[in-house]
């Protein structure tokens, strides 16, 4: 075969595998970076005192019914060593609900994480439930029966398009005892696209470099 041909195809197999590499680190690379934003993160331990019907959130307005703020020592604390937490039905009659007050944006493409713990009454014997929503990206109701401890739950989903939302924790009852929630956390994540781009850009460095370095000599 002649030398010059054979030349050519050792140069075009060189700069394909170097191509395919630098993709492949692309690939891998595009999804460990990824950038996470914390939107919400809250304990309710940072609230000022505990009280029934509370209503002087940081984080929340209480947009219908009551809750009540409890768990310090000696104040309706059903579930020691979690701080304060929040029930969902205060002591109106009527179950609260609870709302973000912040309003969260959210991109095509965005990974939504949320996760928060929800524990039973821990007095009467029935099964309450709560109704978890961030705007029209996601609903939820969740029913524990009274004698569950603080359980985690956790929902991931990506966002199909440009949205803005609140999310919102609707108590459901009338009887002033209700879910008992704590440790709320809602994030987003959204791939890095120039970890992508400057990838490929050095496999286009390489295969060019390759182009350049010295021809083999081949002997009959």
């Known amino acids: 075969m002649n030398k010059s041909i054979v030349l050519k195809i050792l140069n075009k197999i060189g700069i394909a595998l170097t191509a395919l590499t630098a993709i492949g680190f692309a690939s891998t690379n595009s999804v460990k970076a990824a950038s996470v934003t914390t939107l919400l993160q809250d304990s309710f331990d940072q609230e000022n005192s505990t009280a029934l019907n509370y209503d002087h959130f940081a984080n929340w307005n209480v947009i219908k019914g009551s809750v009540d703020l409890i768990g310090s020592v000696g104040f309706y604390d059903f579930l020691p060593a979690n701080g304060l937490y929040v029930d969902l039905d205060g002591s109106t009659g009527q179950a609260g609900t609870i709302e973000s007050k ?23 014997n029935v099964t309450d439930s709560v109704t978890v929503s961030l705007g029209n990206l996601f609903s939820e109701t969740f029913s524990l029966p009274r004698s569950q401890a603080f359980t985690n739950f956790t929902r991931s989903f990506t966002v199909a398009s440009i949205t803005n939302a609140t999310l919102d924790f609707k108590g459901i009852g009338k009887d002033n005892i209700g879910l008992l929630l704590d440790n709320v956390t809602l994030t987003k994540s959204v791939p890095e696209p120039g970890s992508i781009m400057g990838l490929l850009a050095f496999g286009a460095f390489g295969a060019t470099s390759l182009r350049k370095r010295k021809q083999p000599t081949f002997r009959n």
């Open 102 to 124: 912040k309003t969260f944006n959210f991109q095509a493409g965005d990974t939504v994480n949320l996760s928060f713990q929800l524990a039973g009454n821990q007095r009467d």
